[in-house]
Structure formats: structure tokens, C-alpha cells
């Protein structure tokens, strides 16, 4: 969920003494918010975006503020900051340009979509709250100074539910039929969730919950993409997070009493 809405996510390798295992060894999630420069007024030498590289451009300290910037009375300072040694920190990110040292959020080009699907929705919401209210319109078929007796133009007439009423003579009364696009909504719904999909590689049945329109082959055939995207991804995880881990794990290991390297 962190790499489609924040386009990565950071782990820290820290010791637990609360673990049931000789091995302490843990790892703790942290918001990408939280690695960031302390005050964007205080330069950082080397520094991109709370990470601080060397000379050969590898990550040598993460900062890591201690409250979250959303935080009620958060302030930055300097003194909220922890510096974190690369070797504690697991950043787990896709670098699609050269000198890229953040994520993308996956979920970015689809942006503008949610916001015509909120559009469209709110409209044909509005059009099917105005055909509900009893609304209309007084209208003569008579000529102008005709028989039809004088009505007060733009005049407002208030409605009660379950009465008659008479009508000046002469004059008629129509109720006010809106017109809403119900008949296409389903279908603009369809057409815009299918394109917000396309950046995550996820077919329409899952993206929508809904597999009606597909029989069993469709569906499988849909499902070939986002399962290779999958493994993709579990491919590069296993790389950049879990050899790591291993590592790591193995070194708390080979210390322990009794144990040989």
C-alpha cells in the first residue's frame, strides 16, 4: 500500500528486547513523511530530501524526524532528528531516472481520473436529487392577452405533499423532468476505474470488485499481466528488503553464545 500511495517505504533494523527469540533482531516500519530535512531553511551538506549521501553517491545517514510533520504541535528543529547509519535503514524503492533518491507514488498518473470520476458522480448524484423534488412549471397555451387570467411572473408557489390544487384559469402545470446521464454512468464508471488500474498493471474485475462481465478464460488471461507484475515485485523485494534481513539476521546469529560462524 506504501509503494502505490507513497511510491516506497523505509524499515529500520532495531533490537527488540521484547522478542521471544535469543535473536532480537526486528524491523520497524516508518512513514516516508517522517525521512525528511529537518527545516527546509537549514541546508544540509549532501543532504537530498532527509537523505544524506557520499561522495560515490551511496546513502550514508537517513534523517529520520522523531514526530510525525502531521503531528499536533509538531515543530521542526534540529534536535527532532534522528541520524540513522544506510546500514540500519532498508529503503525499498523503484528508481526509474538517474539520480532518482525517492519514490514515486504508483497511483500518481491516475490522479486526475479520481477527480472526473468525483465529478461525474456528484452530477449525475445532483441531477437524480432535482427529478425527486416536485418541482414545475405554470404554462398557457393561450395568446399573449388572451383569455388566460394575469399571473405575477416568476412568481413561487409552495407545494404540499398529498393536495390538490387549482390552477389560474387558463394556465396548466408540468412538472420539470431534468434530464441525468443514469443510462451512461455505469459505463463512464467502468471506462474510468479500467484506466486508474492500468498504472498498478491490475485488471477491471479486480480493481472493481466485479467479475460479471467475465467468463472464466477472460478473467484468467486479464490476470496473466497482473500476476507477472506481481512476481516482478516480489523479485525485487527479495533483493532489496529480504537479502538484507537475511544478512542481518545471520550476523545476530553468529555472535550468539554457542553458536559458530
Given at each position: ?48 530530501d532527509g537523505i544524506e549521501f ?139 476505474l479500467n484506466e486508474i488500474a ?20 477472460s478473467g484468467r488471461l486479464d ?39
Amino acid at each position: 500500500m506504501a509503494k502505490a500511495v507513497d511510491g516506497e517505504a523505509f524499515a529500520l533494523l532495531t533490537a527488540n528486547p521484547l522478542l521471544r527469540s535469543p535473536i532480537k533482531l526486528d524491523l520497524q516500519l516508518i512513514e516516508a513523511d517522517r525521512v525528511a530535512n529537518p527545516d527546509a531553511r537549514t541546508m544540509i551538506d549532501a543532504a537530498v530530501d532527509g537523505i544524506e549521501f557520499d561522495r560515490y553517491g551511496n546513502p550514508r545517514r537517513y534523517l529520520v524526524l522523531r514526530r510525525h510533520p502531521g503531528q499536533t504541535g509538531f515543530a521542526l528543529a534540529m534536535d527532532g532528528v534522528d541520524r540513522v547509519p544506510a546500514e540500519a535503514v532498508i529503503h525499498w524503492f523503484r528508481s526509474d531516472r538517474p539520480g532518482q533518491h525517492r519514490g514515486i507514488p504508483e497511483i500518481t498518473p491516475a490522479l486526475p481520473l479520481f477527480a472526473q470520476l468525483r465529478r461525474f458522480t456528484l452530477a449525475v448524484l445532483s441531477a437524480a436529487e432535482a427529478a425527486a423534488d416536485f418541482a414545475g412549471i405554470l404554462y398557457t397555451d393561450a395568446p399573449a392577452n388572451g383569455e388566460a387570467d394575469a399571473v405575477e411572473p416568476m412568481d413561487l408557489i409552495e407545494l404540499e405533499r398529498n393536495m390538490l390544487m387549482t390552477m389560474p384559469g387558463g394556465w396548466k402545470m408540468s412538472q420539470v423532468e431534468p434530464k441525468q446521464p443514469a443510462t451512461t454512468y455505469a459505463e463512464f464508471k467502468k471506462e474510468i476505474l479500467n484506466e486508474i488500474a492500468r498504472c498498478l498493471n491490475m485488471p477491471f474485475n479486480i480493481a472493481a470488485g466485479n467479475s460479471s462481465g467475465y467468463n472464466y478464460a477472460s478473467g484468467r488471461l486479464d490476470h496473466q499481466t497482473y500476476f507477472k507484475s506481481i512476481r516482478v515485485d516480489q523479485s525485487f523485494t527479495a533483493s532489496r528488503v529480504l537479502d538484507r534481513v537475511l544478512v542481518a539476521w545471520l550476523r545476530e546469529y553468529a555472535v550468539l553464545p554457542g553458536t559458530s560462524a
